[in-house]
Every structure is written in structure tokens, then in C-alpha cells.
């Protein structure tokens, strides 16, 4: 690291800096009008960053976010005009019922695919606006008045110049911490939700978890926003939390794109504005007033998607100086699992193991044991159900008959993050890593059971230390495997045969006891498969034990202790490698009659 | 409540059911072909319903000058395509022929046939001859160029072409809201209970129109290729489907079902121009329950909703939406415990 680093990384943010401080001026230099504006933007970049997070990163649609930012703003509205109570307490109160709300309806859907969560929080998002419209006492669609100001330390909020603190406190504050978040042990694994939810629950993520986790994060945000905006008009209405205003929120997140937590900041913006030139310069340009604001508006937004289906933020990054990540420093070693030396005893038993898949059977009462600290290889022909018999062991598939034990204890049946924990790392035959995240974020993933760090931790950037750790441990076994040239390439650019590679440096990143390699050598050239071999041998030597489903039989022969043969879904023969090349059987299988 | 009201709120639920059904079936055969969500689909009601009754006062339907419009994009549209492709003289004529000249003989035809007032069965043909026009267009315009998209940026683009069709309805039809009349007036007595004429018209059509599509899917080469498409949409592009005739043809049979469901609904309600969008939820609500997969189910589901809504609006008329909609969090509560779900998305 050279001396000028830190003032380099500080002047190289200066687009962020600058934008600070025209946030910090604008109220003392800029008409009523446009702090007003600036206000609403405030608060619709709150939600629009919960929505960029849950919906942009985690691909999980709400359309309730406006009822969100209602229940806050009612809250409040109900509390301190009809008891009397103090805001900050009403605030307490509405996060509250959100997060009741919001796990509820987690619940309900989350531990489903895709239209099950859009759909309840539509279904709820429309109950409340009418709720808030019909019960007595709130005013009907009429609303709530007489909302106190809020005040701090005695300073009544009345102004809007001086309210724009607030929201603007509230919102950076939201901003760095969601930044921090998606830059985090959790934010790695947010963003494989989208798409990559089997390789995450094998390096042991509870997907569904996780993703009311995100589902919750974000409705806190709605609710912050809401109560905000109750005690800034001082006056509460259903409108501004019906479905259409849910809609905005999604569109501003989407024309925002989810690459950077300012995405969502440059959707509020853009959408607000949009809206505010429509609506004032549309009547004056065609005479008279209608629909053709919204039509206008629609229109602009199918163009915009159709030009940039990512949003804008990825066209906004390419023309700021782009920052070249630094690689990660010497840190403490994490805490290494403790494996008995290659002691021969059963590590993984395998008993009568089926799966049907209908009528098909897939593996048949298929038996076998790898012992602790060898190399056991799993060969058969296309089609034999080897990859099947693997996912039956990761937890991938759920057992018909039979058993599963590892280390002693059964898991068959266990989730696959139950089972990870467990010490089982794996590979996958169709590769699975995040494209567009680095190589070295990639393999970080697996470390996550490696370190506890929670939301708050990770908002908060206290989970430095536990960071640094991982990273470095990351960028070892990326260097361990031969890619250290890669470590911030995105993984997707990378060539298949090295993506095998990559998966691996993320299996080993986990620390496991039991190393589960699907076909880790297709695509590998000569080169590289003598040094996988060599890196295998000597993970073996360190204690390591090693399941190996491979076709490539040179490379198998020489690496491998003893072999298991499979054939349509039975065990056709066991043994030493130099057996089973003459077993006739499996000659047969490979090869035809002889 | 006795059973004859309750009898009376079954054959309403069962009506507006078949309804929903038509309209869940249309939103499952969008998405399993193309992916999107067609929020839109509720607007292809509104259109129905409201063309309808324009012709019912010999006015033209305004909507073709929307249809004239969009034949117009779609046509610069794929002849800049086809010159960048520089394609053959032939695919240019067939181009204009397809996107520009067959919806404007739909415009001239409503045009000339407007005035005359014809009788009522006419009139419906025409009505949803003219909003079925709509629909391949608005594939070509605003679907196809981003096809290939997420499912997300597809939803969005989806409720961006509600919001302009939403608000051309508005432009186009007035904010007044509009009856049509009725097919029949026949009332019967079965079984002590009085049944309408009308209802049973919509059961009837309802289920013709269900059977037909069965027919077309499993019978026809166009519908196995759209069947195909939606099970494998790779599968189906390497033996020569084209995706985007799929999505073209599919969104066509969309706009049909929902002008339909739009004349359907006519009489039994008022429509306004904005009334599509609740009653496509309803339908969008019937096919979440059938999971946005299965035909029957989501039918099922469309006929659910369609008795709850009517059994709430006697019990709770003020709160019907919320029962309606809150009902479906025990349903999807129901389907979560039911499933053991493990996919990857997308």
C-alpha cells in the first residue's frame, strides 16, 4: 500500500461527496418549491431502497410497500392525534406492527417461488387501502388532520427547510447502511437469492429465511418513510398508500436498477420528476387536462426498460471513475475444524439409498461407505444416477428409502444448510456462481457458516474484523486453486473449466470435513487437471476426505483409493482402481459386450 | 339468510366466477408462454365492455384510432427489423400486410359497420374483433423488445402498458361508466329457486369458451405450439417456433378472452374505463390459486373468488374488497404448508 491510498480512495469518491454536500446546501440556496421536492424524494428513496434490495437484489416482488409506508404514517396519525402520545413512541409502535405484519406475510409465501409474495402483498396492500378508507374513526377517505409537528431536542420540526434534515439524516443514514449490508457475509448471500438459491443453501443459507429477513428489512424502511411523511404534511389520507402508489415504488426501484444502493435514489428522483414535469408542463403544452400525463408516463417507461432493461444506475457508474478493489490484506486465520487424521472409519455411509422420481428409479438400494480421510471416486456411465446420488447426499433430493449417515449421525432429511453445517461442502456439475459478483466475493460465499454477523452488525460496519478474515481466507484458496490473477474478475466472464475451479476454491472455503466434487475436471485442459489432481492430493494428505464423481477415468485412476461403479441406478461393482479396470462388468457397461 | 338467498348470491358468485375464470386462464396462458404478468389484461375487458356499448349507439369505438396508431409503430417497427436484417423483398410486403393493413381493415370495418346498428350478436363479434386487433400490436410494440428480460422488468413494462391503456380508456370512453344490455331476459324456476337467463349464458359461453381453448390446444397445430412453448420455451424455439409469433399469437387469444369477459360482464354491471383492473385481479387472484400453472385450478380458483366476493357483499358490503383479498392469505397459507418448494427462479 502506497502512502497516497487513503487520500486516493477519498478523491476518487468524490461524486458521492459532492453530491453530500448539494444535499447539505440545497435548503439554504434552492426555492420552497424544490425542498419540497427534495423532501419527497427523501422519502421515496427510503422505500425505493428497501424495494432495490428485496425485489432488485433478492428477486422477490412486493407490491405493498405504500401499505408499509401506511401503517407507519397511520400509526402515528392515530396515536398522537387521538392519545396524545409522543411521535418517537408512535414510531416505536408502527415498526412494531410492521415487522408483525410483514413476518406474517413472510411466512405465508416466502417459503414459496415466485407469485406468491406480489400476490399476498397485493391482496394486503389493497385490504389496507380500504381498510383505512372504511373504519370509522379514521377519517374515511377524507384522512386524518391535526398531526403534531415533530420535534428534537425541543427544536420543533415546522419548516419544511428544517424537516429536510431529518429525512435526509434518515435516508443517508439508510443508504450507507444498506450499502453496508449488500457488502456483507448476509449481503453475499441476498444476492444469490436471486437465482442461485440451491448453491446458497448448500454453503448453508436458510433461503426462506433469509428472504423474510430482506422482506422485513424492507418494510421497515416503508414504515420509517411513512412515519416521516405523516408528521411532515401533518395530515394523513389513503391515497398516497394505495396500490398505484406501491406501483411507483416498484418502478422507481426497477428505472433505478440494482446494481448500487444510489440506484434507488436516482429512481425516486427520476420517477418524481417525471411526474412533476408531466403534470405541470403536459396541460400547458396540449390545452387541457386529462390522462395524458399517465399515459405519457407509461409510455416513457417502457421505453426507458426497453433501452436499459437494467436500470440506470449501471449507465450513471460508466461515467464515474471506476474504483479498482484493492486485494484483501494478511488477516487472522478463522477457526479451522478439527478432523482426525485418515483413521479408516466410516465418515459417510450410504444405506440402501433410493430415489424415484415417479416411475423412474434413479438410484436402486444402493450401498456404500467413504472412510475417513481417502479419496473415494463414484464413476458409471451416462445416466447412471451418480449426480442424483449426490444431491440425495448434499440434501439436495429428498430420499425415497433408505438412510444417509455422516460422521455417525443420520442426515438424510435434513435441509441442505443443516447438512453444510455439518461439514459438507460440494460442487456443482452445472456450475453455479453469481456471474456478475467477483470471483472473490463468490468464494467468500462459502465461508458464511464460517462467521455469525447479523443485519445489524453489518449495517453498522462492526463486522469489520469477521470481514477481513473471510476475505483474506477467500482470497487464499482463489490463490491455492491458480486463479489469484482473477480474484475481481466478475465469475461470469471467467471460462467454464475455471468456473470448476472456482466452485472448488468455494467448497474449501467452507472448511469441510467431507468434500463432495460433481465432474470437477470437465473442461479442464491436461495442464490443469494434473494440478487439480495434485491440489486434491494434497487437501487429502491435510485430512481431508473427498467424494469424487468424475468420467474422466485416467483421471480418476490415478487419483482416487477405491472406487464405487453405478450402472442404472445400482452399485454394479466396488473395489481398488486396478480392480475395477479388469471387473468385467463394468468393462461391459463402459464399453459394450466384449 | 335463506336458501333462496343464499341460492341467489351463488348463481351472482358463480357468474362473475366464470368471468374471473376466462380471465385467469387468459393470465395463465400469457405467462407460460411469455413470461409476463399481464397486469394489462384487465384493460381488454374495460375495451370489450365499453366498445360494446358504443356500437350499442352506433358510434365507432375510439379505440381504433389506437388500433391505427399502434399498426402504424408496429409497422416502422419490424421494417427497420427487417432492413437490418436486410430480409427479402417478400417479408417487407407480408410485414405491411400483417402489422399495417389487416388491423386497418379492422378499423375500416368497425368505421363502416358502426352506424348501422346491427343487430346485438354483430355488435359483440365486432366489439371484440376490434380489442382482439390490439393485442398482437402490443406484443410487437412494447413486449418483444424486451422479451428476453427478467420477469421483473417484464411485470414493470406490464403495469407501464396498463397505465397508457388505463388512461386511453379514460381518453377515449368518457369517465362515465356504461350498461350493456342484457342477452335475455328469460328467467326460469328450478327447484323453487329463480334462475336468470343471462347467467346461464355466461355458463354456457364460459364453458364453450374454456372447451374451445382445450380444443385449440390440443388439437391444433398453433395451440401445440403454444403449448410447447410454454412448457419448454427453448425446446420449442429449436424446432422452429418462433418466441415471438408465440408471444404474438398468445397475447392475441388474451385480448379475445378478455373483450369477451368484458361483454359478459356488461350487463350485469356498470363498467368504467378503470372497472378492468379489479376485475383482472380477481382473475390474476384465481390463477395465483391454481399457481399459475394449471388450467383447472386456476378456473377453480377464478369460481372461489367469484362466491366469496358475492357471499361478502351481502354480509359486509362496505368491506367486501378487503374480505376478497384478505381471504387469499389462509389460501396462500394453505399452499405454502402444502408444498415442499425448491426451484431455482428464472
Given at each position: 500500500m502506497s502512502a497516497g491510498a487513503p487520500r486516493s480512495a477519498f478523491v476518487r469518491r468524490w461524486p458521492v461527496w459532492a453530491t453530500l454536500a448539494a444535499l447539505a446546501v440545497a435548503p439554504a440556496v434552492v426555492p420552497q418549491f424544490y425542498v419540497t421536492l427534495l423532501n419527497y424524494i427523501g422519502l421515496y428513496s427510503l422505500v425505493a431502497l428497501g424495494l432495490m434490495l428485496l425485489t432488485g437484489v433478492a428477486g422477490q416482488t412486493s407490491f405493498g410497500q405504500a401499505a408499509f409506508v401506511g401503517v407507519g404514517a397511520y400509526a402515528t396519525a392515530i396515536l398522537t392525534t387521538m392519545f396524545g402520545w409522543s411521535p418517537w413512541l408512535t414510531l416505536l409502535i408502527g415498526l412494531l406492527a410492521t415487522a408483525a405484519i410483514a413476518m406474517m406475510l413472510g411466512f405465508v409465501t416466502l417459503r414459496m417461488s415466485g407469485h406468491f409474495l406480489p400476490l399476498a402483498t397485493i391482496a394486503w396492500g389493497i385490504s389496507l387501502f380500504y381498510l383505512f378508507g372504511t373504519l370509522p374513526n379514521l377519517g374515511g377517505f377524507t384522512g386524518l388532520t391535526g398531526i403534531p409537528a415533530l420535534s428534537i431536542f425541543g427544536f420543533e420540526l415546522r419548516q419544511e427547510r428544517h424537516f429536510y434534515y431529518l429525512i435526509w439524516a434518515i435516508a443517508l443514514a439508510a443508504l450507507w447502511g444498506t450499502h453496508n449490508l449488500l457488502d456483507s457475509r448476509l449481503g453475499r448471500a441476498v444476492r444469490a437469492l436471486k437465482g442461485s438459491l440451491t448453491m446458497a443453501e448448500a454453503f448453508g443459507v436458510d433461503g426462506a429465511k433469509l428472504k423474510s429477513i430482506v422482506?422485513?428489512?424492507?418494510?421497515?424502511?416503508?414504515?420509517?418513510?411513512?412515519?416521516?411523511?405523516?408528521?411532515?404534511?401533518?395530515?394523513?389520507?389513503?391515497?398516497?398508500?394505495?396500490?398505484?402508489?406501491?406501483?411507483?415504488?416498484?418502478?422507481?426501484?426497477?428505472?433505478?436498477?440494482?446494481?448500487?444502493?444510489?440506484?434507488?435514489?436516482?429512481?425516486?428522483?427520476?420517477?418524481?420528476?417525471?411526474?412533476?414535469?408531466?403534470?405541470?408542463?403536459?396541460?400547458?403544452?396540449?390545452?387541457?387536462?386529462?390522462?395524458?400525463?399517465v399515459i405519457v408516463f407509461g409510455i416513457l417507461i417502457v421505453v426507458l426498460l426497453q433501452r436499459a432493461p437494467d436500470g440506470l444506475t449501471p449507465l450513471v457508474q460508466r461515467l464515474l471513475p471506476r474504483r479498482r478493489p484493492a486485494d484483501p490484506a494478511p488477516a487472522p486465520a478463522l477457526a479451522h475444524r478439527a478432523v482426525a487424521a485418515a483413521t479408516g472409519r466410516p465418515l459417510l455411509e450410504v444405506l440402501d439409498a433410493t430415489k424415484e422420481f415417479g416411475g423412474l428409479v434413479a438410484v436402486n438400494n444402493l450401498s456404500f461407505e467413504l472412510r475417513q480421510g481417502e479419496i473415494l471416486g463414484l464413476i458409471g456411465p451416462n445416466g447412471a444416477g451418480k449426480s442424483t446420488m449426490f444431491n440425495l447426499i448434499s440434501g439436495l433430493?429428498?430420499?425415497?428409502?433408505?438412510?444417509?449417515?455422516?460422521?455417525?449421525?443420520?442426515?438424510?432429511?435434513?435441509?441442505?444448510?443443516?447438512?453444510?453445517?455439518?461439514?459438507?461442502?460440494?460442487?456443482?456439475?452445472?456450475?453455479?456462481?453469481?456471474?456478475?459478483?467477483?470471483?472473490?466475493?463468490?468464494?467468500?460465499?462459502?465461508?458464511?457458516?464460517?462467521?455469525?454477523?447479523?443485519?445489524?452488525?453489518?449495517?453498522?460496519?462492526?463486522?469489520?474484523?469477521?470481514?477481513?478474515?473471510?476475505?483474506?481466507?477467500?482470497?487464499?484458496?482463489?490463490?491455492?486453486?491458480?486463479l489469484g490473477a482473477q480474484l475481481h474478475d466478475a465469475a461470469g466472464s471467467l471460462p467454464l473449466g475455471k468456473q470448476r475451479v472456482v466452485e472448488i476454491a468455494r467448497a474449501l472455503a467452507a472448511d469441510p470435513a467431507l468434500l463432495l466434487l460433481d465432474e470437477p475436471a470437465a473442461g479442464l485442459r491436461y495442464a490443469e487437471k494434473q494440478e487439480l489432481a495434485n491440489l486434491l492430493r494434497q487437501l487429502q494428505g491435510e485430512g481431508m476426505s473427498i467424494l469424487l464423481v468424475e468420467h474422466d477415468m485416467d483421471f480418476v485412476m490415478g487419483l482416487t483409493h477405491r472406487l464405487v461403479v453405478m450402472d442404472f441406478g445400482q452399485k454394479l461393482a466396488e473395489g481398488l482402481p486396478a480392480d475395477i479396470q479388469r471387473n468385467p462388468a463394468v468393462r461391459e457397461a463402459y464399453l459394450g459386450a466384449a | 339468510m335463506n336458501l333462496q338467498i343464499a341460492a341467489l348470491l351463488a348463481q351472482d358468485g358463480l357468474t362473475n366466477g366464470a368471468i374471473y375464470a376466462l380471465l385467469a386462464l387468459a393470465l395463465v396462458l400469457v405467462f407460460a408462454v411469455t413470461r409476463?404478468?399481464?397486469?394489462?389484461?384487465?384493460?381488454?375487458?374495460?375495451?370489450?365492455?365499453?366498445?360494446?356499448?358504443?356500437?350499442?349507439?352506433?358510434?365507432?369505438?375510439?379505440?381504433?384510432?389506437?388500433?391505427?396508431?399502434?399498426?402504424?409503430?408496429?409497422?416502422?417497427?419490424?421494417?427497420?427489423?427487417?432492413?437490418?436484417?436486410?430480409?427479402?423483398?417478400?417479408?417487407?410486403?407480408?410485414?405491411?400486410?400483417?402489422?399495417?393493413?389487416?388491423?386497418?381493415?379492422?378499423?375500416?370495418?368497425?368505421?363502416?359497420?358502426?352506424?348501422?346498428?346491427?343487430?346485438?350478436?354483430?355488435?359483440?363479434?365486432?366489439?371484440?374483433?376490434?380489442?382482439?386487433?390490439?393485442?398482437?400490436?402490443?406484443?410487437?410494440?412494447?413486449?418483444?423488445?424486451?422479451?428476453?428480460?427478467?420477469?421483473?422488468?417484464?411485470?414493470?413494462?406490464?403495469?407501464?402498458?396498463?397505465?397508457?391503456?388505463?388512461?386511453?380508456?379514460?381518453?377515449?370512453?368518457?369517465?362515465?361508466?356504461?350498461?350493456?344490455?342484457?342477452?335475455?331476459?328469460?328467467?326460469?324456476?328450478?327447484?323453487?329457486?329463480?334462475?336468470?337467463?343471462?347467467?346461464?349464458?355466461?355458463?354456457?359461453?364460459?364453458?364453450?369458451?374454456?372447451?374451445?381453448?382445450?380444443?385449440?390446444?390440443?388439437?391444433?397445430?398453433?395451440?401445440?405450439?403454444?403449448?410447447?412453448?410454454?412448457?419448454?420455451?427453448?425446446?420449442?424455439?429449436?424446432?422452429?417456433?418462433?418466441?415471438?409469433?408465440?408471444?404474438?399469437?398468445?397475447?392475441?387469444?388474451?385480448?379475445?378472452?378478455?373483450?369477451?369477459?368484458?361483454?359478459?360482464?356488461?350487463?350485469?354491471?356498470?363498467?368504467?374505463?378503470?372497472?378492468?383492473?379489479?376485475?383482472?385481479?380477481?382473475?390474476?387472484?384465481?390463477?395465483?390459486?391454481?399457481?399459475?400453472?394449471?388450467?383447472?385450478?386456476?378456473?377453480?380458483?377464478?369460481?372461489?373468488?367469484?362466491?366469496?366476493?358475492?357471499?361478502?357483499?351481502?354480509?359486509?358490503?362496505?368491506?367486501?374488497?378487503?374480505?376478497?383479498?384478505?381471504?387469499?392469505?389462509?389460501?396462500?397459507?394453505?399452499?405454502?404448508?402444502?408444498?415442499?418448494?425448491?426451484?431455482?427462479?428464472?
Amino acid at each position: 500500500m502506497s502512502a497516497g491510498a487513503p487520500r486516493s480512495a477519498f478523491v476518487r469518491r468524490w461524486p458521492v461527496w459532492a453530491t453530500l454536500a448539494a444535499l447539505a446546501v440545497a435548503p439554504a440556496v434552492v426555492p420552497q418549491f424544490y425542498v419540497t421536492l427534495l423532501n419527497y424524494i427523501g422519502l421515496y428513496s427510503l422505500v425505493a431502497l428497501g424495494l432495490m434490495l428485496l425485489t432488485g437484489v433478492a428477486g422477490q416482488t412486493s407490491f405493498g410497500q405504500a401499505a408499509f409506508v401506511g401503517v407507519g404514517a397511520y400509526a402515528t396519525a392515530i396515536l398522537t392525534t387521538m392519545f396524545g402520545w409522543s411521535p418517537w413512541l408512535t414510531l416505536l409502535i408502527g415498526l412494531l406492527a410492521t415487522a408483525a405484519i410483514a413476518m406474517m406475510l413472510g411466512f405465508v409465501t416466502l417459503r414459496m417461488s415466485g407469485h406468491f409474495l406480489p400476490l399476498a402483498t397485493i391482496a394486503w396492500g389493497i385490504s389496507l387501502f380500504y381498510l383505512f378508507g372504511t373504519l370509522p374513526n379514521l377519517g374515511g377517505f377524507t384522512g386524518l388532520t391535526g398531526i403534531p409537528a415533530l420535534s428534537i431536542f425541543g427544536f420543533e420540526l415546522r419548516q419544511e427547510r428544517h424537516f429536510y434534515y431529518l429525512i435526509w439524516a434518515i435516508a443517508l443514514a439508510a443508504l450507507w447502511g444498506t450499502h453496508n449490508l449488500l457488502d456483507s457475509r448476509l449481503g453475499r448471500a441476498v444476492r444469490a437469492l436471486k437465482g442461485s438459491l440451491t448453491m446458497a443453501e448448500a454453503f448453508g443459507v436458510d433461503g426462506a429465511k433469509l428472504k423474510s429477513i430482506v422482506f422485513l428489512y424492507a418494510a421497515l424502511l416503508a414504515c420509517v418513510s411513512g412515519w416521516l411523511y405523516a408528521h411532515l404534511q401533518r395530515f394523513v389520507n389513503p391515497t398516497p398508500f394505495s396500490l398505484t402508489a406501491s406501483i411507483e415504488y416498484l418502478f422507481m426501484a426497477v428505472v433505478g436498477g440494482a446494481g448500487n444502493v444510489w440506484g434507488a435514489v436516482i429512481g425516486a428522483t427520476l420517477i418524481t420528476l417525471l411526474k412533476e414535469v408531466l403534470q405541470d408542463f403536459l396541460p400547458k403544452l396540449l390545452g387541457q387536462t386529462g390522462q395524458f400525463e399517465v399515459i405519457v408516463f407509461g409510455i416513457l417507461i417502457v421505453v426507458l426498460l426497453q433501452r436499459a432493461p437494467d436500470g440506470l444506475t449501471p449507465l450513471v457508474q460508466r461515467l464515474l471513475p471506476r474504483r479498482r478493489p484493492a486485494d484483501p490484506a494478511p488477516a487472522p486465520a478463522l477457526a479451522h475444524r478439527a478432523v482426525a487424521a485418515a483413521t479408516g472409519r466410516p465418515l459417510l455411509e450410504v444405506l440402501d439409498a433410493t430415489k424415484e422420481f415417479g416411475g423412474l428409479v434413479a438410484v436402486n438400494n444402493l450401498s456404500f461407505e467413504l472412510r475417513q480421510g481417502e479419496i473415494l471416486g463414484l464413476i458409471g456411465p451416462n445416466g447412471a444416477g451418480k449426480s442424483t446420488m449426490f444431491n440425495l447426499i448434499s440434501g439436495l433430493l429428498p430420499l425415497t428409502r433408505g438412510n444417509v449417515r455422516f460422521n455417525g449421525e443420520t442426515i438424510s432429511g435434513l435441509a441442505p444448510y443443516h447438512i453444510a453445517a455439518r461439514g459438507l461442502a460440494r460442487t456443482f456439475q452445472h456450475v453455479k456462481l453469481i456471474g456478475q459478483m467477483s470471483v472473490l466475493d463468490n468464494v467468500a460465499l462459502g465461508a458464511f457458516l464460517r462467521t455469525r454477523s447479523g443485519v445489524a452488525k453489518a449495517c453498522l460496519k462492526l463486522d469489520g474484523d469477521d470481514e477481513a478474515r473471510v476475505r483474506y481466507l477467500a482470497a487464499q484458496q482463489i490463490r491455492r486453486v491458480g486463479l489469484g490473477a482473477q480474484l475481481h474478475d466478475a465469475a461470469g466472464s471467467l471460462p467454464l473449466g475455471k468456473q470448476r475451479v472456482v466452485e472448488i476454491a468455494r467448497a474449501l472455503a467452507a472448511d469441510p470435513a467431507l468434500l463432495l466434487l460433481d465432474e470437477p475436471a470437465a473442461g479442464l485442459r491436461y495442464a490443469e487437471k494434473q494440478e487439480l489432481a495434485n491440489l486434491l492430493r494434497q487437501l487429502q494428505g491435510e485430512g481431508m476426505s473427498i467424494l469424487l464423481v468424475e468420467h474422466d477415468m485416467d483421471f480418476v485412476m490415478g487419483l482416487t483409493h477405491r472406487l464405487v461403479v453405478m450402472d442404472f441406478g445400482q452399485k454394479l461393482a466396488e473395489g481398488l482402481p486396478a480392480d475395477i479396470q479388469r471387473n468385467p462388468a463394468v468393462r461391459e457397461a463402459y464399453l459394450g459386450a466384449a | 339468510m335463506n336458501l333462496q338467498i343464499a341460492a341467489l348470491l351463488a348463481q351472482d358468485g358463480l357468474t362473475n366466477g366464470a368471468i374471473y375464470a376466462l380471465l385467469a386462464l387468459a393470465l395463465v396462458l400469457v405467462f407460460a408462454v411469455t413470461r409476463v404478468v399481464f397486469v394489462p389484461q384487465g384493460e381488454f375487458v374495460a375495451f370489450g365492455a365499453l366498445s360494446l356499448a358504443a356500437l350499442q349507439n352506433g358510434a365507432v369505438p375510439k379505440t381504433i384510432w389506437l388500433l391505427l396508431a399502434m399498426a402504424v409503430i408496429a409497422t416502422i417497427l419490424e421494417l427497420v427489423a427487417l432492413a437490418r436484417r436486410r430480409a427479402a423483398a417478400r417479408a417487407y410486403m407480408l410485414a405491411v400486410a400483417g402489422w399495417l393493413v389487416a388491423p386497418a381493415l379492422v378499423a375500416a370495418l368497425l368505421w363502416f359497420a358502426a352506424p348501422l346498428k346491427l343487430a346485438l350478436g354483430w355488435q359483440v363479434c365486432l366489439a371484440i374483433l376490434s380489442v382482439t386487433a390490439i393485442g398482437p400490436l402490443l406484443y410487437r410494440i412494447a413486449i418483444q423488445p424486451v422479451a428476453q428480460g427478467s420477469v421483473l422488468v417484464l411485470l414493470i413494462v406490464a403495469v407501464a402498458v396498463h397505465f397508457v391503456l388505463g388512461g386511453m380508456g379514460l381518453l377515449f370512453f368518457g369517465a362515465e361508466g356504461s350498461r350493456t344490455p342484457a342477452f335475455t331476459d328469460a328467467m326460469y324456476q328450478l327447484g323453487g329457486i329463480n334462475v336468470s337467463g343471462q347467467s346461464l349464458y355466461v355458463y354456457g359461453v364460459s364453458a364453450l369458451a374454456i372447451g374451445g381453448l382445450y380444443w385449440a390446444f390440443s388439437q391444433t397445430l398453433y395451440g401445440k405450439a403454444l403449448m410447447a412453448t410454454a412448457f419448454n420455451r427453448v425446446g420449442a424455439r429449436l424446432v422452429g417456433i418462433s418466441p415471438n409469433f408465440a408471444g404474438a399469437l398468445t397475447l392475441t387469444v388474451a385480448a379475445a378472452l378478455g373483450a369477451f369477459s368484458g361483454v359478459l360482464i356488461g350487463p350485469i354491471t356498470t363498467v368504467y374505463y378503470d372497472s378492468g383492473f379489479l376485475v383482472g385481479l380477481k382473475g390474476f387472484v384465481g390463477a395465483i390459486i391454481g399457481g399459475l400453472v394449471s388450467y383447472p385450478l386456476a378456473a377453480a380458483g377464478a369460481l372461489l373468488i367469484g362466491l366469496i366476493e358475492s357471499y361478502a357483499s351481502f354480509w359486509a358490503s362496505q368491506y367486501k374488497e378487503v374480505i376478497v383479498f384478505t381471504l387469499i392469505i389462509p389460501v396462500l397459507l394453505w399452499r405454502s404448508l402444502k408444498t415442499r418448494h425448491h426451484e431455482e427462479d428464472q
